[in-house]
């Protein structure tokens, strides 16, 4: 006999999916169940439950974590290294941050995509941190990296964690006093997370149609120094034999076009408390959007620029070790966030959603698209083509 988790009971918009509430639990009771929706959320087995409080001790909807007030530093810039900074989402950032903290034997956690699923995994620093790198468009899926993370802790190694800030949350809340000055955290700055009804079914129309079957997506492939295109790309197994390759422009694709609507992401998303300048984790990274407008100088012929937030002294510390593998210089905390919405307030609730939500699960991938998702106004289309930031930019670089 099952019975949803009091997290749950009343409001969904409650339950962030951390899953600390899941890793807590000493009997096994609760598991995580997706919805209607394809969200997952914890359902507790009354059989087992021994009624202990833990899951409700370390929920962070209940009890929300220390927080800093501000920013105490702001950078923005890219790695030197090309190579990390072409197979990173924006400038590289993570990738340097690690190489500053890590020493051979640190832990580091971060969210890695298998096949179409994102999941929550670790490594030995160096060992492949490279898996972490890249914007994971779903919520990933935690797992027992908690558990994993306080026994590294309580064995005396360092470690690195990496995930939305409601992830890092959840951590905190899950290691309670304990210790954690071998800890960094650094969390995304998140817009909200989709469903994964959206991908499922794009994957299979995507590979109905090409003939095959899609086995990764890269939701932001540069193609060559095209960061703010936000270019989406498919590897297909092709039913033949051999891989081909599928991608498309963020400003004609539905995926963008549908999620930045706010149609279809988790109902704790519209309510985030973490939407704000008060962080939970030692260090904050985004992309630098706002670049050409501010700071030309860190565009970078378009290769990816990012934004760090430290939070706090420790976040301080690692960005300075950081410094010489970095081409960038500080912000001023209130430009760079003006740029950050996400840091500003939760996304708005989109009153169509409920609709939305229930055609993704009957209609067909064409006729879904077909009614939701916006095509690209000319004005929009010559503002980027033609008129953009690459443009914008150049202006400002022949007069400086």
Same mark, same amino acid.
């Given at each position: 006999?099952?019975?949803?988790?009091?997290? #749950?009971?009343? #409001?969904k918009?409650y339950?962030?999916?951390?899953?600390?509430?899941?890793?807590?639990?000493?009997?096994?009771?609760?598991?995580?169940?997706?919805?209607?929706?394809?969200?997952?959320y914890?359902? =507790?087995?009354? %059989?087992?439950?021994?009624?202990?409080?833990?899951?409700?001790?370390?929920?962070p *909807?209940?009890?929300?974590?220390?927080?800093?007030?501000?920013? +105490?530093?702001?950078?923005?810039?890219?790695v030197?290294?090309?190579t990390?900074?072409?197979e990173?989402?924006?400038?590289?950032?993570?990738? %340097?941050? %690690?190489?500053?903290?890590?020493?051979?034997?640190?832990?580091?956690?971060?969210a890695e &995509?298998?096949?179409?699923?994102v999941?929550?995994s670790? +490594?030995?620093?160096?060992?492949?941190?490279?898996?972490?790198? $890249?914007?994971?468009?779903?919520?990933?899926?935690?797992?027992n990296?908690?558990?994993? *993370?306080?026994?590294?802790?309580?064995?005396?190694?360092?470690?690195?964690?990496?995930?939305?800030?409601?992830? =890092?949350?959840g951590?905190?809340?899950?290691?309670?006093?304990?210790?954690?000055?071998?800890?960094?955290t +650094?969390?995304?700055?998140?817009?909200?997370?989709?469903?994964?009804?959206?991908?499922?079914k794009?994957?299979?129309?995507?590979?109905?149609?090409?003939?095959?079957?899609?086995?990764?997506?890269?939701?932001?492939?540069?193609d060559g120094?095209?960061?703010?295109?936000?270019?989406?790309?498919a *590897?297909?197994? $092709?039913? &033949?034999?051999?891989?081909?390759?599928?991608?498309q422009?963020?400003?004609?694709?539905?995926?963008?076009?549908?999620?930045?609507?706010?149609?279809?992401?988790?109902?704790?998303?519209?309510?985030c408390?973490?939407?704000?300048?008060?962080?939970?984790?030692?260090?904050?990274?985004g992309?630098?959007?706002?670049?050409?407008?501010?700071?030309?100088?860190?565009?970078?012929?378009?290769?990816?620029?990012?934004?760090?937030?430290?939070?706090?002294d420790?976040?301080?510390?690692?960005?300075?070790?950081?410094? $010489?593998?970095?081409?960038?210089?500080?912000?001023?905390?209130?430009?760079?966030?003006r740029?950050?919405?996400?840091?500003?307030?939760?996304i708005?609730t989109?009153?169509?959603?409920?609709?939305?939500?229930?055609? =993704?699960?009957?209609?067909?991938?064409? %006729?879904?698209?077909?009614?939701?998702?916006?095509?690209?106004?000319?004005?929009?289309?010559?503002?980027?083509?033609?008129?953009? #930031?690459?443009?914008?930019?150049?202006?400002?670089?022949?007069?400086?």
């Open positions: 006999m099952t019975s949803n988790c009091y997290l #749950n009971t009343q #409001n918009a339950c962030f999916g951390c899953e600390a509430c899941v890793q807590s639990c000493s009997v096994g009771a609760i598991k995580m169940v997706a919805d209607g929706e394809g969200f997952r914890p359902v =507790i087995d009354v %059989a087992k439950c021994i009624h202990c409080g833990k899951c409700r001790n370390v929920c *909807a209940s009890d929300m974590p220390q927080r800093s007030e501000s920013p +105490v530093r702001t950078f923005g810039g890219y030197k290294d090309e990390v900074r072409e990173s989402s924006s400038g590289g950032l993570f990738s %340097a941050l %690690a190489d500053a903290w890590c020493d051979e034997d640190t832990i580091v956690f971060g &995509t298998i096949g179409l699923e999941r929550h670790w +490594v030995r620093y160096g060992d492949g941190i490279v898996k972490f790198r $890249k914007s994971k468009y779903l919520q990933s899926e935690i797992g990296s908690f558990r994993k *993370a306080k026994q590294f802790l309580s064995d005396g190694k360092k470690v690195l964690f990496s995930g939305t800030p409601c992830q =890092i949350a951590l905190k809340k899950f290691l309670g006093d304990r210790p954690i000055g071998n800890l960094l +650094v969390e995304v700055v998140c817009e909200g997370v989709p469903t994964p009804l959206y991908i499922q794009f994957a299979q129309w995507l590979g109905d149609k090409l003939g095959g079957e899609v086995t990764q997506i890269d939701y932001r492939y540069k120094r095209r960061w703010d295109f936000q270019v989406m790309q *590897a297909l197994q $092709k039913s &033949t034999g051999g891989i081909s390759k599928w991608k422009d963020r400003w004609f694709s539905p995926f963008w076009s549908i999620w930045l609507q706010h149609l279809i992401s988790r109902p704790s998303c519209y309510h408390p973490f939407a704000t300048r008060e962080r939970v984790a030692d260090i904050t990274l992309d630098l959007w706002g670049v050409h407008l501010y700071c030309p100088d860190l565009y970078g012929r378009n290769g990816g620029a990012s934004v760090v937030f430290c939070n706090n420790k976040g301080k510390h690692v960005l300075g070790l950081a410094i $010489k593998s970095l081409h960038g210089h500080d912000l001023q905390v209130e430009t760079a966030i740029y950050q919405g996400p840091m500003r307030n939760h708005a989109n009153e169509r959603r409920s609709e939305c939500m229930e055609d =993704i699960k009957t209609m067909s991938y064409e %006729a879904f698209v077909r009614k939701w998702a916006k095509r690209p106004t000319l004005k929009l289309l010559v503002q980027k083509y033609l008129w953009g #930031n690459r443009q914008k930019v150049w202006l400002w670089n022949l007069f400086h």
